[in-house]
Nanobody
Framework: QVQLVESGGGLVQAGGSLRLSCAAS???????MGWVRQAPGKEREFVAA????????AYADSVKGRFTISRDNAKNTVYLQMNSLKPADPAVYSC???????????????????WGQGTQVPVSS
C-alpha cells in the first residue's frame, strides 16, 4: 500500500505561484497520479492527473493553462505547479494514486485508491 505525503502549501497572494509536492512511500512508476482539491463546504474537485509515465496529463477546465502536473519517478514524487492563482483556488489540495499501467489518466476523484492527507493553499486577494 503506497503512502502519500504532500508539502508546499501555504498562503500566497492572488496572481502568485506555488509548487506542491507529493512524496510516495514506494516506487511510483506503475501508478497513475493526480491532484484533487476540496474547498470548505464544497465537494472534492479534480484538478490534474498524470499517467504513470507522465506522457499523458489532464486538467480541470478551471486550472487549464495555469497549473502543471509533473512527476519524477526516480524520486517517487509528483508535483503541481500552480501559477496565476485566483481567489477561487483556495482549498485543501490532496495527492492521489492508483495502480494503473496504461497511458490513460484518472480524471475523477473516485478512481483513486490511495490518498494523502492534503495541504492547505489559502489565497489572499
Amino acid at each position: 500500500q503506497v503512502q502519500l505525503v504532500e508539502s508546499g502549501g501555504g498562503l500566497v497572494q492572488a496572481g502568485g505561484s506555488l509548487r506542491l509536492s507529493c512524496a510516495a512511500s514506494q516506487r511510483t512508476f506503475n501508478y497513475a497520479m493526480g491532484w484533487v482539491r476540496q474547498a470548505p463546504g464544497k465537494e472534492r474537485e479534480f484538478v490534474a492527473a498524470s499517467s504513470w509515465s507522465g506522457g499523458s496529463t489532464a486538467y480541470a477546465d478551471s486550472v487549464k493553462g495555469r497549473f502543471t502536473i509533473s512527476r519524477d519517478n526516480a524520486k517517487n514524487t509528483v508535483y503541481l505547479q500552480m501559477n496565476s492563482l485566483k481567489p477561487a483556488d483556495p482549498a485543501v489540495y490532496s495527492c492521489a494514486a492508483d495502480l494503473h499501467l496504461s497511458q490513460s489518466v484518472r480524471p475523477a476523484p473516485g478512481q483513486y485508491a490511495y490518498w494523502g492527507q492534503g495541504t492547505q493553499v489559502p489565497v489572499s486577494s
